[in-house]
Each structure stands twice: as C-alpha cells, then as structure tokens.
T-cell receptor, first 111, second 114 residues
Framework: GENVEQHPSTLSVQEGDSAVIKCTYS??????FPWYKQELGKRPQLIID?????GEKKDQRIAVTLNKTAKHFSLHITETQPEDSAVYFC??????????FGKGTMLLVSP | KAGVTQTPRYLIKTRGQQVTLSCSPI?????VSWYQQTPGQGLQFLFE???????NKGNFPGRFSGRQFSNSRSEMNVSTLELGDSALYLC?????????????FGPGTRLTVL
C-alpha cells in the first residue's frame, strides 16, 4: 500500500519567518495531495490541495509544490503568524482509494 | 450547508464492552470515511462507505465494523473493547463521485476505554 513520510515532525519558527513541510510518497500513480491543519482539540481542516496535473498552487500565504518525478510535495507558509501554530498533515490518494496521511508536523510560531 | 456532525462527542467504556458511534455527513455527500487518531499512530484509515457499500477497508481487526444508511448517515461499531482502542474517532464526508474530492471532517468522538 501507499507509504507517506512527513518531515519534520516538529518545527519552531519566529513570527514572520517562512515554514516548509515536506512529504514523500511511494505510489507513482497517486493523483491527489491535500494538506490539513488541525488545531488543538479541533477537527482537521483542509487548507490547500493539489492535483497531479499541477506543479504548484498558491492561496495567499500558503503554497504547495509537487514534484511527481521525485514523488514529493511540500507545504510552504510565508510570513507565519502565531495563529498558524497547529499540527499539519499531508495526505495522498490514488483514484478512489483511501487517503493515506503522514504522521503530522507540529508547527509552533513564536511571537 | 451544515457541516459533518458526530455523536456522541465523548464516551467512556470499560474493556469488553461494545460501542456505536454515529456520523452525519454534509447534505448531498454520499461517501463517509472513518479514521482513528492517536498520538503515536496519527490518522489511520478504518473504512469508507459509498452509497451504502463498503468501498475501502483499512487494516483493522474484525472487531471494527461499520455501515451506512440510505440517507448516507454512517455508524461504526467496536466490539469487545480493548484499552488500545482509546482514541479520537473521526469521520469525514465527501461527494464520493470524483477521485479528487475534498474530505470534510467531523469534530470526532473521543473514546476512552478503562
């Protein structure tokens, strides 16, 4: 089955810095790559996703890049703010199979 | 539209008991997926139901089962509870008709097994 590795497991940055989280996957046929943010005690919420026919997608301070050849994709957050502090999960899906999640990255943004 | 809802939000059970959790998807969504979330293992997939049929299944023992009703509401059941079943159980709904559907999560049911 699909294997998703997510790094780093924890990331501490100063407010205003950029943060980058990277995920690698094993199934070259995977075609859907969402990122979820989960604040403490709350449900995971989709923040951005990308399909396999696109190399990059941006939404304000958040961007995702996909390298299908290397089988990795990354989440980029610019101008981080304390409210960005949360656990971020990447996920991978092939067709109508299940979403396979990475183990998560705890991002801490210090004022 | 109302979001995904789950009931109950909290449960305390003892070993050996069984439990049933409920999930109501977003109106119009036909797919419901269930996940177990624990600090050590992250989000692990249990099963997915689409139009009352199990479409995908994760690697959990047969003590974990589910079903989906004609109104797309779904239930999962865990029999003969073990201490290790303590976790946050999340369901997520999507339309189920596109392979790049967004999955929307419910707030979860926190199960504690004593």
């Amino acid at each position: 089955g699909e294997n998703v590795e997510q790094h780093p497991s924890t990331l501490s940055v100063q407010e205003g810095d950029s943060a980058v989280i990277k995920c690698t996957y094993s199934d070259s046929a995977s075609n859907y790559f969402p990122w979820y943010k989960q604040e403490l005690g709350k449900r995971p919420q989709l923040i951005i996703d990308i399909r396999s026919n696109v190399g990059e997608k941006k939404d304000q301070r958040i961007a995702v890049t996909l390298n299908k050849t290397a089988k990795h994709f990354s989440l980029h957050i610019t101008e981080t703010q304390p409210e960005d502090s949360a656990v971020y999960f990447c996920a991978v899906r092939r067709g109508y199979s299940t979403l396979t999640f990475g183990k998560g990255t705890m991002l801490l943004v210090s004022p | 539209k109302a979001g995904v809802t789950q009931t109950p939000r909290y449960l305390i059970k003892t070993r050996g008991q069984q439990v049933t959790l409920s999930c109501s998807p977003i109106s119009g969504h036909r797919s419901v997926s269930w996940y177990q979330q624990t600090p050590g293992q992250g989000l692990q997939f249990l099963f997915e139901y689409f139009s009352e049929t199990q479409r995908n299944k994760g690697n959990f023992p047969g003590r974990f089962s589910g079903r989906q009703f004609s109104n797309s509401r779904s239930e999962m059941n865990v029999s003969t509870l073990e201490l290790g079943d303590s976790a946050l159980y999340l369901c997520a709904s999507s339309s189920g008709t596109f392979d790049t559907d967004t999955q929307y999560f419910g707030p979860g049911t926190r199960l504690t097994v004593l």
